[in-house]
């Protein structure tokens, strides 16, 4: 299928980037279902947190699953056709989810088949953004991509929150509106989605020619040979682990510990999304300006040891207003950072979607065992110890990674 193409001196690469997010947001949205009605969720099926966890976690199963292959096979069918991959198992994933109420086996499909999705979404996301910006813009663009699941993480607990618990409809609302959000946006990139006639014609696009670009081994093998990279994807498996070891437990912590209700939890569950979202570009602009991200991502990096001291300690509910500060930064600044390192590290341009794939694969790995681990501590030590035995050392881990690997690193 031939595939059209603009000159990046038309500036389209914001309407690219523009409906790239959206197509993001489609499997951000399905992520956040769970985390935001886990107590709903927990009552419905009839488990508890240790479970949750696991449920949690098979999200990103098919994620780290598919990491590496998602490079291949946008070299077989293009970024475009693999990005539609990603948002048709969002809305089958959904669909499936939707009929599946109080069948536990059927649910679990469903969110495996959603995190397929996410783990198609996170290598060609940035992979067809890329080639759109040179350096000295593509800090701000990639930031304004990283934000795709912290936004959804803002927006989607206060909108299922309201749905489910203010509108008194069944959790399975939630479900079928995001069938109807994934049509949506499936037929507007469709119809909006383009590619970079100047890359094409050089061969640096990461679709290549006619939208499809040889991923190989050789750039697999160069991202495997490459230790900047693999610090970076190191960080980003512990940061995400930490992430969703938090995001993951959040609502359910302040409805069931501290007595807040869901509509509340879900509020704070969101405010935390909307300084992640707020954090994340504003990393980028500032990169660019500093002509450097590094020591951005280190200070970040520290900041989260004293994020995950405190954000299952506090048994004050007004008090999350002001931990929403490091809960952004934390969650903004790093997936930022890395994001927009990665064009900066890779040995030749097409070696981006390996390189994503590598850090995708990372992501979901970290977001997989920050989820059964938080809910295994929680159910054998608590949430206090819980968080200090999981969640500090995923930080503490991620600085001595940097200062043992990256110091040197220029990006």
Same mark, same amino acid.
């Given at each position: 299928m031939h595939v059209r193409t603009k000159s990046v001196k038309s500036r389209y690469g914001w309407v690219v980037l523009a409906v790239c997010f959206l197509a993001g947001c489609t499997c951000a949205a399905n992520m956040a279902k769970v985390t935001s009605l886990a107590p709903l969720i927990m009552s419905i099926y009839g488990f508890d947190a240790n479970v949750l966890g696991w449920v949690i976690a098979l999200f990103y199963v098919m994620g780290f699953i598919l990491a590496f292959p998602t490079a291949a096979i946008i070299g077989k069918i293009g970024i475009r056709n693999a990005i539609l991959v990603a948002v048709g198992c969002s809305a089958v994933g959904s669909l499936l989810g939707a009929l599946a109420s109080g069948n536990l086996a059927l649910f679990m499909v469903? /969110?495996?088949? *959603?995190?397929?999705?996410?783990?198609?979404?996170?290598? !060609?996301?940035?992979?067809? %953004?890329?080639?759109?910006?040179?350096?000295?813009?593509?800090?701000? !663009?990639?930031?304004i991509w990283s934000m795709w699941v912290a936004l959804c993480m803002c927006i989607c607990p206060v909108l299922y929150g309201?749905?489910? *618990?203010?509108?008194?409809?069944?959790?399975?609302?939630?479900?079928?509106? &995001?069938?109807?959000?994934?049509? %949506?946006?499936?037929?507007?990139?469709?119809?909006?989605?383009? *590619?970079?006639? *100047?890359?094409?014609?050089?061969?640096?696009?990461?679709?290549?020619?006619?939208?499809? /670009? +040889?991923?190989? @081994?050789?750039? %697999? /093998?160069?991202?495997?040979? &490459?230790?900047?990279?693999?610090?970076?994807?190191?960080?980003?498996?512990?940061?995400?682990?930490?992430?969703?070891g938090v995001n993951g437990f959040l609502t359910t912590y302040?409805?069931? @510990?501290?007595?807040?209700?869901?509509?509340?939890?879900?509020?704070?569950?969101s405010m935390f999304g909307v300084a992640g979202a707020i954090f994340?570009?504003?990393?980028?602009?500032?990169?660019?300006?500093?002509? &450097?991200?590094?020591?951005?991502?280190?200070?970040?990096?520290?900041i989260g040891i004293l994020y995950t001291c405190v954000v299952f300690v506090c048994r004050i509910p007004a008090l999350y207003y002001a931990i929403a500060i490091p809960a952004g930064i934390v969650g903004g600044v790093v997936p930022s950072c890395i994001?927009? +390192?990665?064009?900066?590290?890779?040995?030749?341009?097409?070696?981006?979607? !390996? !390189? &994503?794939?590598?850090?995708?694969c990372t992501q979901n790995v970290g977001m997989f065992i920050g989820s059964i681990f938080m809910g295994q501590a929680i159910t054998a030590f608590g949430w206090t110890r819980g968080a200090w035995l999981v969640l500090m050392p995923c930080f503490i881990i991620c600085v001595v990674l940097f200062l043992a690997g990256l110091r040197k690193a220029k990006f």
């Amino acid at each position: 299928m031939h595939v059209r193409t603009k000159s990046v001196k038309s500036r389209y690469g914001w309407v690219v980037l523009a409906v790239c997010f959206l197509a993001g947001c489609t499997c951000a949205a399905n992520m956040a279902k769970v985390t935001s009605l886990a107590p709903l969720i927990m009552s419905i099926y009839g488990f508890d947190a240790n479970v949750l966890g696991w449920v949690i976690a098979l999200f990103y199963v098919m994620g780290f699953i598919l990491a590496f292959p998602t490079a291949a096979i946008i070299g077989k069918i293009g970024i475009r056709n693999a990005i539609l991959v990603a948002v048709g198992c969002s809305a089958v994933g959904s669909l499936l989810g939707a009929l599946a109420s109080g069948n536990l086996a059927l649910f679990m499909v469903s /969110r495996i088949i *959603e995190g397929a999705g996410m783990g198609v979404m996170g290598v !060609a996301g940035a992979s067809a %953004i890329a080639p759109w910006f040179g350096p000295e813009r593509r800090g701000l !663009a990639l930031g304004i991509w990283s934000m795709w699941v912290a936004l959804c993480m803002c927006i989607c607990p206060v909108l299922y929150g309201w749905v489910t *618990e203010s509108r008194g409809l069944p959790h399975t609302a939630v479900w079928w509106g &995001n069938v109807v959000f994934d049509v %949506i946006v499936g037929v507007a990139f469709v119809v909006l989605y383009a *590619e970079p006639a *100047e890359a094409q014609a050089a061969g640096q696009s990461a679709a290549g020619p006619g939208g499809r /670009r +040889a991923a190989g @081994e050789g750039s %697999i /093998r160069r991202a495997f040979k &490459n230790k900047t990279l693999w610090m970076l994807a190191l960080i980003f498996l512990l940061d995400e682990a930490a992430f969703m070891g938090v995001n993951g437990f959040l609502t359910t912590y302040l409805q069931s @510990e501290l007595g807040t209700t869901l509509v509340f939890a879900t509020m704070i569950s969101s405010m935390f999304g909307v300084a992640g979202a707020i954090f994340a570009p504003v990393s980028g602009a500032v990169a660019d300006w500093l002509k &450097n991200r590094k020591w951005l991502l280190l200070g970040a990096l520290f900041i989260g040891i004293l994020y995950t001291c405190v954000v299952f300690v506090c048994r004050i509910p007004a008090l999350y207003y002001a931990i929403a500060i490091p809960a952004g930064i934390v969650g903004g600044v790093v997936p930022s950072c890395i994001t927009q +390192a990665i064009p900066q590290t890779v040995d030749r341009p097409d070696d981006v979607p !390996a !390189a &994503n794939a590598m850090i995708g694969c990372t992501q979901n790995v970290g977001m997989f065992i920050g989820s059964i681990f938080m809910g295994q501590a929680i159910t054998a030590f608590g949430w206090t110890r819980g968080a200090w035995l999981v969640l500090m050392p995923c930080f503490i881990i991620c600085v001595v990674l940097f200062l043992a690997g990256l110091r040197k690193a220029k990006f």
